[in-house]
């Protein structure tokens, strides 16, 4: 993927590598979203939400803020 975005900005090999952490990630979440279709978008978006209820669910087991009906 490093080598599909340092040649998508024309750069040479290792270029990638010398920039700032912030510009790496802006440029892996550019070049994921320019690559992926709909449906692709879709399912990550949905794994996204999914992660994020399941990390609050979580957090409400361990604070005892879910209540069982019991």
């Given at each position: ?39 692709q978008a879709k399912e990550r978006q949905n794994k996204a939400k ?21």
């Open positions: 993927m490093i080598l599909e975005i340092e040649r998508r900005w024309h750069r040479d090999p290792g270029w990638f590598y010398t920039l700032q952490r912030p510009h790496q990630i802006q440029l892996i979440a550019d070049y994921r979203m320019s690559i992926e279709g709909p449906k999914r992660a994020r209820l399941d990390k609050m669910r979580q957090k409400a087991r361990r604070t005892g803020a879910v209540d069982h009906g019991g």
